[in-house]
């Protein structure tokens, strides 16, 4: 590994050997058990980290509590100038912490790099939002009364994040939340904890420089048990949650039998669909990255093509072409396309993906198949698949996350494509590759995708930080990043002032005392 730079990597960011996980710097302490992290890439331990015990987590809620009265009185820009100054060491740590993305999640380093990328751009985004938290006034139908709407900040915010997005995620909310002023306390995966206490390093430092709390932004490492510390705590009154449908469902009913929010970010089931006036060398290369990059795991990534019947063997003959020129290694290797899964349990369900696929009808035109010797001994390494299949099959209407690829048929007019690509229980993201304008806008019509995410013309993966991000149905419906997205962190209050001696009553309603 230290071919690629990663001992490096790990002193830049202050993660090497066992690390605390429960807050860092001087405040950094844990009970717990110690999670040992392995990379996907070589299977070789990257470090340790220790969890967060239900008493150290009391002793988090206590420092983010206190830290929440600090930095809600602080003016909305103030807290913009230390975002500010966040989104200045994300710059200066890019190279190491992408590297420690990709060597921990597996996916490449270009990804890793985009992954920071996306954490310095949605920094900036919220420095000049922190000018921009606007509210509403009102015409009062009182005389002398004036009314308006504004935001105040929620309180303590919870973020719970998946493995895929090991850091992207987190300062998607985090620095939203700050700049409304709501602190944090941050729950990673299990799988990817060292990326978490590597982000906690590089936000400690600057909460230090600028002699504020450090109970502004907490990390608290374990499984879901962790998790469910904060799903159940009533100081928490926003839960926001990316990972599986499975996890939502359960997240979602423990924060509102408390009557708390939630922000649900959860699977997909992406598809393209592809019509007979798409151009298709686009849709080769959209369908190519969409379904491979990141080796299938991200929660965009393109599970279905649904394609016009007069060009199906065309697309098909397309994209296997293209399939057979994919490097699979090392993802710190730049000339690889395809990384690792995250672990064997990953592979295990892309195994049986497969299975199931041909059993309930499937064709298999790229076999898949688990890759062993050398460079590949992590057992974590799989050939991206393709299927031809139906629409109905059970598998075909679940998240597989992993780098297998359905192809589906359709006949006469785009609304029959629109019907299969919403028949799935996700609601993500979805795209249309066509240069007929009619069929685009009928797919982005109020009777078109029924996804958080509809594209023309550019696949199903991936995403700007100015859009709002997020998808219906067994997605959650939850919103974060650009946009209004914002609105969620805050509570709003109206406010209703009376500069006159009189009390009118509001609907003309007379109360003579
Ligand atoms: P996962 O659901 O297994 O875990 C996600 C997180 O939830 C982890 O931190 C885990 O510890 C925690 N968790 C699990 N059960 C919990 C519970 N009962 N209470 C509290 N916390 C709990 O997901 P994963 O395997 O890490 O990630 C893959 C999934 O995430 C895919 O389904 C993917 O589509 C989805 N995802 C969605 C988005 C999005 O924005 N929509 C983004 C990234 C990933």
């Known amino acids: 590994?230290?071919?690629?730079?990663?001992?490096?990597?790990?002193?830049?960011?202050?993660?090497?050997?066992?690390?605390?996980?429960?807050?860092?710097?001087?405040?950094?302490?844990?009970?717990?058990?110690?999670?040992?992290?392995f990379s996907p890439v070589d299977g070789q331990l990257i470090g340790k980290v220790k969890t967060t015990t239900k008493e150290d987590y009391e002793v988090v809620m206590d420092r983010a509590t206190s830290a929440f009265k600090t930095w809600r009185t602080m003016p909305a820009p103030q807290r913009g100038e230390i975002v500010r100054q966040f989104g200045e060491k994300l710059r200066e740590k890019k190279e190491a912490l992408g590297k420690l993305v990709s060597y921990e999640m597996g996916k490449s380093y270009q990804e890793g790099l985009g992954e920071v990328q996306e954490m310095i751009d949605i920094c900036d985004f919220a420095v000049g939002l922190s000018r921009q938290l606007h509210g509403l006034t009102m015409h009062s139908e009182r005389p002398g009364h004036r009314m308006y709407e504004q935001y105040h900040p929620l309180g303590v915010v919870g973020i719970i994040s998946a493995f895929n997005f090991p850091v992207a995620v987190w300062a998607w909310n985090t620095a939203l939340a700050w700049i409304c002023g709501d602190v944090c306390v941050w729950k990673p995966s299990e799988k990817t904890p060292m990326c978490g206490v590597a982000c906690q390093n590089i936000a400690a430092e600057v909460f230090?420089?600028?002699?504020?709390?450090e109970g502004i932004c907490n990390l608290i490492n374990g499984n879901y048990e962790v998790g469910e510390f904060m799903t159940k705590d009533a100081r928490i009154p926003l839960i926001s949650a990316t990972g599986s449908t499975r996890m939502g469902k359960i997240v979602a009913q423990e924060v509102a039998a408390r009557l708390g929010k939630s922000l649900l970010e959860l699977g997909g089931n992406n598809a393209i669909i592809v019509t007979p006036d798409a151009d298709i060398k686009m849709t080769v290369i959209g369908a190519v990255?969409?379904?491979?990059?990141?080796?299938?795991?991200?929660?965009?990534?393109?599970?279905?093509?649904?394609?016009?019947?007069?060009?199906?063997?065309?697309v098909k003959n397309a994209v296997v072409d293209a399939y057979k020129q994919l490097r699979i290694g090392n993802p710190l290797d730049e000339n690889n396309h395809v990384g690792p899964l995250i672990d064997t349990d990953a592979v295990?369900?892309?195994?049986?993906a497969l299975t199931q696929v041909v059993e309930e009808g499937g064709n298999i035109v790229v076999e898949g198949g688990v890759l062993s010797g050398e460079g590949y001994e992590s057992g974590c390494y799989v050939r991206p698949a393709i299927a031809e299949a139906k629409s109905h099959f059970k598998i075909v209407q679940h998240e597989t996350f992993a780098p297998v690829l359905y192809l589906l048929k359709y006949s006469g007019e785009v609304e029959n494509a629109i019907a299969i690509q919403n028949e799935v229980a996700q609601g993500l993201s979805s795209a249309i590759m066509t240069?007929?304008?009619?069929?685009?806008e009928r797919f982005l019509s109020v009777a078109g995708s029924d996804c958080g995410i509809?594209?023309?013309?550019?696949?199903?993966?991936?995403?700007?930080?100015?859009?709002?991000f997020g998808g219906e149905k067994e997605t959650g419906g939850g919103r974060e990043s650009g946009s209004d997205a914002w609105k969620v962190y805050m509570r709003r209050q109206t406010n209703t002032i009376n500069y006159t001696a009189e009390l009118p009553l509001a609907q003309g309603i007379k109360f003579d005392l």
Not at 435 to 440: C, S
């Open 1 to 37: 590994t230290t071919d690629f730079g990663i001992d490096k990597a790990l002193k830049t960011l202050g993660v090497e050997g066992v690390n605390e996980g429960t807050s860092t710097g001087s405040n950094s302490f844990s009970n717990g058990d110690i999670i040992e992290s």
């Open 208 to 213: 230090k420089e600028n002699n504020l709390p």
């Open 289 to 314: 990255f969409g379904a491979v990059g990141t080796a299938g795991q991200r929660c965009t990534s393109t599970r279905r093509l649904i394609i016009h019947e007069s060009i199906y063997d065309q």
């Open 348 to 352: 295990t369900m892309y195994n049986n």
């Open 435 to 440: 240069n007929n304008l009619r069929e685009a």
């Open 454 to 468: 509809a594209n023309v013309n550019i696949g199903t993966s991936g995403a700007e930080i100015g859009g709002a």
